[in-house]
């Protein structure tokens, strides 16, 4: 399998913190247009994991390639592919589903009409009409799903 048919391939991944390695030789390949779930024991490396893929940690040794970018050579363009919700969602809980999207595309730098019509589109690219004026408190799960769908506009 190749980059062009991988969303990641770690190889041989490496993180050392102060205590020892979080991470050492971390291998993973995820096909394009599959879903990947992570599972382990607590403190066995998968947070480290994803913030090294996602390009907020820099590992130590190993390589990465996500979306076709390398992690460490290229993070500007890895970060332009992916989207990234954390364990606590980085959402407005006071406004609704739509005035967040339309955050998140003013934070991407669009304009303030781009950023409204982008996140319309969204809201009706995944039939979420019925929710989107409601402020993000009333969502389940803390309203996840409006900080990730904002990557496919
Ligand atoms: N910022 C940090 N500084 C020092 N040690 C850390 C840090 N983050 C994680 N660790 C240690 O690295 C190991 C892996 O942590 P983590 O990646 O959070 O595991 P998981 O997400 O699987 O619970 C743990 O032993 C943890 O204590
Ligand atoms: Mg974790």
């Known amino acids: 399998m190749g ?19 979080a991470l050492d030789g971390f291998d993973l390949t995820v096909p394009r247009g599959t879903v990947c779930g992570l599972l382990g024991p607590n403190g066995t490396g998968k ?3 994803v913030r090294v893929l996602a390009t907020l940690l820099r590992c130590d040794g190993g390589r ?3 979306a076709g970018h390398d992690v460490i050579r290229e993070p500007h363009r890895v970060r332009r ?3 990234l ?15 967040n999207l339309v955050m998140f595309g ?5 304009g ?8 319309s589109r969204m809201i009706e690219r995944f039939d979420l009409g019925e929710a ?14 409006v900080g990730w769908i904002w990557r496919w506009a």
């Open 85 to 99: 919700v954390g364990q606590n969602p980085a959402v407005d809980e006071v406004l609704s589903g739509y005035r």
């Open 112 to 119: 303030a009409r781009e950023a409204r019509v982008r996140a």
């Open 3 to 21: 980059v062009n048919d991988s969303a990641v391939i770690a190889e041989g991944l490496r993180k050392r913190y102060r205590d020892g390695y």
């Open 81 to 83: 592919r992916i989207g």
């Open 132 to 145: 989107a004026d409601r402020p993000v408190t009333t969502y389940s799960g803390g309203g996840c799903v």
């Open 106 to 110: 003013r934070l991407h730098r669009l």
């Open 47 to 49: 947070t480290t994991a």
């Open 64 to 66: 990465a390639v996500v």
